[in-house]
């Protein structure tokens, strides 16, 4: 566990000594802020309403979430980043703050179209079960113009809960505004 620790701390001195090589031009950073509403199957999708007469949607809120990032990039293709957030999950009563880093790749499939592909990993520190910290993953895939990204997410958090799974996570749909 310490050296998992210390490998952290060092991973993330030497991003941020990168971010502060890089910033001095503001022409290489960027900034980003995401809003994600987190999903989970319907158990009642199947059941009909007795007055409309129609099925139940297949998936409904369970969660919301608030990201903000800063890192360096490279012409919008590239970029690296050190993130930080909160996501609350309602199912399993999480709420989370996950700190990791972040690399994205937006190639360009049209005139102002990217698609753009991130991946983070990090720590996730659970709020109100006292010193619980777990690994972090995610995955997003989404659709950007030039400051406005649309995508789907899927989260993960490795976090030593007694009383639940060890594993727990979300999907979820989201928004982020960028600024380079």
């Known amino acids: 566990m310490f050296k998992i620790r210390r490998s952290f701390k060092i991973l993330t001195?030497?991003?941020?000594?990168?971010?502060?090589?890089?910033?001095?031009?503001?022409?290489?950073t960027y900034t980003q802020f995401d809003v994600t509403v987190a999903l989970r199957g319907n158990p009642d999708a199947n059941i009909v309403d007795e007055?409309?007469?129609?099925?139940?949607?297949?998936?409904?809120?369970?969660?919301?979430?608030?990201?903000?990032?800063?890192?360096?990039?490279?012409?919008?293709?590239?970029?690296?980043?050190?993130?930080?957030?909160?996501?609350?999950?309602?199912?399993?009563?999480?709420?989370v703050v996950p700190v990791f880093a972040n690399f994205r790749?937006?190639?360009?499939?049209?005139?102002?179209?990217r698609i753009t592909l991130q991946l983070g990993l990090g720590k996730a520190m659970a709020l109100g079960?006292?010193?619980?910290i777990g690994d972090y993953?995610?995955?997003?895939?989404g659709l950007q113009s030039?400051?406005?990204l649309l995508f789907i997410e899927l989260n993960h958090y490795a976090l030593p809960i007694s009383?639940?799974?060890?594993?727990?996570?979300?999907?979820?749909?989201?928004?982020?505004?960028i600024s380079f």
Request: proline share 2%; aromatic share 14%.
């Open 105 to 113: 790749l937006s190639p360009k499939v049209g005139e102002d179209t």
């Open 129 to 132: 079960r006292g010193n619980l």
């Open 13 to 28: 001195f030497f991003i941020l000594l990168s971010f502060s090589a890089y910033s001095q031009s503001n022409k290489f």
């Open 51 to 95: 007055y409309t007469h129609k099925k139940g949607t297949w998936f409904v809120p369970d969660g919301l979430g608030a990201k903000l990032g800063y890192g360096v990039h490279y012409k919008k293709w590239l970029g690296l980043g050190i993130h930080s957030g909160i996501n609350w999950e309602w199912t399993d009563k999480l709420v």
């Open 163 to 177: 009383t639940q799974k060890k594993d727990a996570g979300n999907i979820s749909l989201g928004i982020s505004l």
């Open 137 to 141: 993953k995610k995955i997003s895939l």
């Open 146 to 148: 030039d400051d406005l």
